[in-house]
């Protein structure tokens, strides 16, 4: 397994991760994706899933998105497993069309990706084949490596694992995330247990909303 990642919940950038905050997520985006060298290895998609609710998992995916972003020719996507589950393979090939023509490195598909111009791909209330059929999430997904570098996919919580467990084996890893002072250990092995499970592999482990009581400008004197 990837070492846990100590990851400070910093606030939300708008456009870029600045270099202060860079190192927090430096060793997991360099063990797992390895930017910069896409042309020498194949596209990832790696599902996250927090441990206890309110753990942050989406806020842990945006971060690394966007520190992927800053790597010059990487293409992102990510993705939202429920929004995942009501599109059709023709409207995500055509969302994922419309994102790689783009000059912007990352990509969103959510449920409030009712913007125009992608041409108002509109969410089903009715689920797609996702649930029952295999193949069908194996298509989604070699749709997404091919359009993309990195796709990272916000399943939120395991306490609700339907989702993950369909897709745990059809990805290349699954990302664990846990609240610091908030996550107990039973309950980081109750969440690796059904990763494996579903035969999925677990990469890592993000401890997010990590308090740091000392500055980070004393750090650098201690």
């Given at each position: ?116 111009d992608l041409g108002k791909i509109k969410s089903r209330k009715k689920a797609t084949l996702w649930q029952s059929d295999v193949t069908f999430r194996q298509d ?83």
């Amino acid at each position: 397994m990837f070492i846990a990642a100590l990851v400070k919940m910093l606030p939300a950038p708008k456009t870029e991760v600045t270099e202060t905050e860079n190192g927090h997520y430096d060793q997991l985006v360099h063990g797992i994706f390895q930017p910069g060298h896409s042309k020498t290895k194949n596209n990832t998609v790696i599902a996250f899933t927090s441990i206890s609710a309110g753990a942050g998992t989406s806020f842990v995916v945006r971060e690394i998105g966007l520190e992927l972003m800053r790597y010059e020719g990487e293409k992102v996507a990510i993705i939202d497993a429920h929004r995942l589950q009501t599109i059709s393979i023709k409207d995500l090939e055509k969302w994922a069309k419309l994102c790689a023509a783009t000059e912007s490195g990352l990509s969103w598909l959510n449920n409030e990706i009712e913007a125009s111009d992608l041409g108002k791909i509109k969410s089903r209330k009715k689920a797609t084949l996702w649930q029952s059929d295999v193949t069908f999430r194996q298509d989604c997904l070699h749709l997404l490596r091919k359009h993309f570098n990195h796709v990272l996919i916000d399943c939120h919580s395991v306490n609700s694992p339907a989702t993950l467990t369909v897709m745990a084996k059809l990805v290349d890893g699954v990302v664990l995330v846990a609240s610091a002072g908030q996550t107990r250990r039973d309950e980081i092995c109750r969440a690796e247990r059904v990763v494996e499970m579903a035969q999925g592999k677990i990469l890592g482990l993000v401890l997010n909303k990590r308090k740091y009581p000392v500055p980070d400008w004393l750090y650098g004197r201690i």
